[in-house]
């Protein structure tokens, strides 16, 4: 469909659509929404593909979507918003206001600590719990409860946890007495004007203007039911237009329109770094806020949510000191959505996504050095092809060799990626452009070939 609002260049326009068109087509995406958006209002709306294969029927800027994690942002709304009112103390410790996690060995979990999945509680994939057939059929809280007890307590660390935000979100109902889901629909929905927006399952079927969900098996795809029932943490139903609103909250400091419902010292902590770093290759800090991940990115910070939930999943990110967001929703699994949001942002702030996002380097590298290589009169050949999490599989037949490299300069040509082996001997792989034929030079501890593009 056409996009609509445009007060994006038509350049960037182009850059956009090319980088969602091509996300689309590499993941076998049907459909996805894109809204862009600053503290005024929407700049950019477009859907891609189609909301529905069988229909054709196409994805639109208001195409509901299940955004899976994207929920735990508005539980953190609502968190903060006792916090707020006085209510609750972030410092204050669960036990307080609930009996879940009482048990967990080491000191009592604060509300602080959940918000920032920093408790030390490892992750009990509580969402999948229909999928786990142990025959004991746990509720919600027995699975949390169950898993209490491999809680980490001799490290401080980033460990995201979604049994936490279940247990937030039963917070919020022990604090203020009304269900989660009126308490969101009644203080943030509404305020925001978020009409669409529900926890109601339902709503995918009832609707003009809903996702048909996709898995993905042996290549082929599939239409699957979205089951609910991932509540606080991940039960949240939205089009990205929506989402562009809870993005312009934050952009604004707690208020859109003219409506605040959150105070701008809170937006501030919600955006802030409240846990430790992921470990990072290039030390940059990537961690989390309350409800939000939390990043360094074009010199300031990236403040976003992935969400994924098996039949679709989306993203929402902005940088707040450029005024810029953006919302992306789509009908199936889709790996590379982070690094498309981050790639969209990059273009919005006059930057090459590819230049911009690390993870578009490393894939655009891979692109450039895959396929097969040989020696000198073909005595040896290497296989090289894309494996999991940005690494390259390097395969030499006439040695039984095979193994997994990682990306280790990916800004420009020549590109070379490594492994650290057994023997504590790094393998590495540099790939030289040269001007007749790529070269590859093959480093197996003391054994070097050098081969070219086959």
Known sequence: MAP????VSASTRTEIEALV????????IPGASVVVADRDGIRYANGFGVRDVESEAPATPDTLYAVASLTKSVTAIAVLQLVERGDIDLEDELREYVAVLNEAPGPPITVRELLA?????PQDFVARRPAIDDGRNLDLFEHVDGAADRRLVDDDRYMYYNGGYFVLG???????????????????????GMTRSTY????LARADDAMTGYTRADGELSPDAYDGGAGPAGGLISPARELATVLRCVLNDGTVDGTRILEPDLVEAMC???????????????????????????DETLVSHLGG???????????REHDVAVALAFNTHGPSVTAVGAGILAALCGERPEDAVRALRVREAIDAVAGTYESYRGALTATVEPAAAGTIRIRVPERDVAFTASPDAVERSPYSFSAGTGSGVRWTAEFRDRETEPQLILSMGKWTAVLTDR
């Open 170 to 192: 039963e917070l919020v109902e022990a604090v203020d007495g009304r269900p989660y889901e009126e308490y969101v629909r009644t203080e943030i929905f509404e305020p925001l």
């Open 21 to 28: 068109e091509e996300w689309m087509e590499s993941e076998s």
């Open 200 to 203: 109601d399952p339902d709503a």
């Open 117 to 121: 999945h920093s408790s030390g509680m």
């Open 309 to 319: 939930i098996g039949v679709s999943g989306a993203y929402m990110g902005c940088l």
């Open 272 to 298: 802030g770094r409240q846990s430790p770093s992921l470990p990072t290759v290039d030390g940059t800090y990537r961690g989390y806020g309350y409800g939000w991940e939390v990043r360094d990115f074009l």
């Open 4 to 7: 609509d609002q445009n007060a």
